[in-house]
């Protein structure tokens, strides 16, 4: 064997993998779950000011139809709501899942074709492990909603987006807003104007159109296009509104503009205040601790700049992530320390548990090396991986340590441990084959 025969060889060779391995560990990727393309989609349709029958039957039925032509499908199931429908696709596992995505895009678009107007175009969601926030936290403060919504948009937003790892940033919880006309009934009398009218004005120059109007001159009428862009509320006010009468008149000199939130159903609450939930997100093959990491240290200079609002993080991935990385060490530790009195109480040879202490760091070193080839990253299944092959390989080095030991002659200790090896290699390949074995499907997913 060539570890009895050149010992030395085999020793530089080892030192040199533990080497790369140890550089490898340090530049493998944390994630909370695998990069796993699950072969199911969600398609959500909304239409505004529909009801739950009107949005089956325009607009979930033709894409039923549509979709259902896509090859590989194994489900469809769909639901019907008030001014929403959803659809949920479920492929075959062998489906390319890409493939699938482009697909459903192209049967969108023929059924868009029989879609009634006000219809928005339907989104496509994958459910894939990955896509989650990194990390999510609740924002709150001395302010209303709508203020602690645009500190979030205008502040907390750009600033998370430009972090290393971080792909965006997504809010909930905020209510929308919408320009509030209020007309004076009485002045609209006395320019002898419609509610039709006003609206009619409103939404065909806004936002930022052109108003074309006849101006006569004597005989000849020549045609006057003015550009209006609407930049804000006063903008508004100064919309020119035409009326029976011929006078100027603004939308200003008949109404009362402000800017008010839209009747809101749904609230998020933090310590029993109102709150703006944000969610982060991180690039794809980024690390996720340091994703989490940067992200933290940020929020921490937000708040040290603002006194007035408040964060508290509901859930952190990079959290989890180290505490299953310090749970592994922990176990890998006290197993070590168990495994090393255990064989020294059998043996009576303290040699032969060092020997075994050091198989453990030695085969994870290797493992990080194809670990960081494979392109894959530290994650709960990795790490549950880690641990299992840790305790296959301390029983199958036992396994080795017993059965040199029985056979260990002083006068030739080379070929004791060559014949105690040959003993036991079929039994302890034939043991770590049957483990591989149970787990090897997971391969495939």
């Not at 085999?10 to 030192?15: E, F, G, K, P, W």
């Not at 310590?271 to 921490?300: C, F, H, I, P, W």
Request: net charge neutral.
């Amino acid at each position: 064997m060539l570890p009895i025969r050149k010992p030395v060889s085999v020793l530089m060779i080892t030192l040199a993998l533990i080497l790369i391995g140890v550089q490898s560990g340090r530049r493998l990727p944390y994630s909370f779950l695998p990069d796993i393309e699950y072969p199911e989609f969600l398609i959500l349709c909304k239409y505004p000011g529909s009801s739950a029958r009107e949005v089956e039957k325009l607009v979930i039925l033709p894409l039923e139809e549509a979709l259902s032509g896509i090859e590989g499908v194994r489900e469809m199931v769909s639901w019907s709501r008030d001014e929403l429908g959803i659809i949920t696709l479920r492929f075959k596992w062998k489906n390319d899942v890409r493939y699938s995505f482009l697909r459903i895009r192209e049967k969108i678009d023929v059924a868009m074709a029989r879609f009634p107007k006000g219809v928005e175009r339907p989104s496509i969601m994958d459910f894939n492990p990955s896509s989650l926030p990194v990390l999510r936290f609740t924002l709150s403060g001395d302010m209303d909603l709508i203020a602690l919504s645009n500190f979030a948009e205008d502040v907390i937003k750009p600033r998370l987006s430009q972090l290393k790892g971080v792909a965006g940033t997504t809010l909930s919880g905020t209510p929308e807003q919408a320009v509030q006309i209020v007309i004076d009934n009485q002045r609209l009398e006395t320019y002898k104007l419609k509610y039709e009218d006003i609206q009619k004005a409103i939404t065909e120059n806004v936002p930022g159109k052109s108003f074309s109007y006849d101006v006569k001159s004597g005989y000849a009428i020549h045609k006057l296009t003015v550009e209006f862009p609407v930049r804000n509320l006063q903008d508004m006010l100064q919309l020119p509104i035409p009326n029976p009468s011929g006078v100027p008149l603004l939308l200003g000199d008949i109404a009362e503009i402000n800017l008010s939130a839209l009747p809101f159903t749904g609230y998020n609450f933090s310590d029993n205040e109102a709150a703006v939930t944000m969610n982060v997100y991180k690039e794809a093959g980024s690390n996720t601790l340091q994703a989490a990491q940067y992200t933290r240290e940020e929020l921490k200079e937000i708040l040290a700049q603002n006194k007035d609002v408040r964060i508290k993080i509901i859930s952190d991935q990079g959290t989890f992530i180290s505490t299953a990385i310090s749970s592994l060490n922990q176990a890998i530790l006290l197993g070590s320390i168990l495994a090393f009195f255990t064989i020294y109480l059998f043996f009576r040879k303290s040699r032969y548990a060092l020997l075994l202490l050091l198989m453990i760091p030695i085969t994870l070193t290797i493992t990080f090396i194809l670990f960081y080839f494979q392109g894959i990253s530290l994650n709960f299944m990795t790490l549950g991986g880690i641990a299992l092959a840790v305790g296959l390989i301390v029983d199958n080095g036992i396994v080795m340590l017993d059965s040199m030991h029985r056979h260990y002659l002083s006068n030739d200790p080379d070929k004791s441990i060559y014949k105690g090896i040959q003993r036991v290699k079929m039994a302890i390949l034939a043991s770590t084959l049957t483990t591989v074995s149970i787990f090897f499907p997971v391969v495939y997913i």
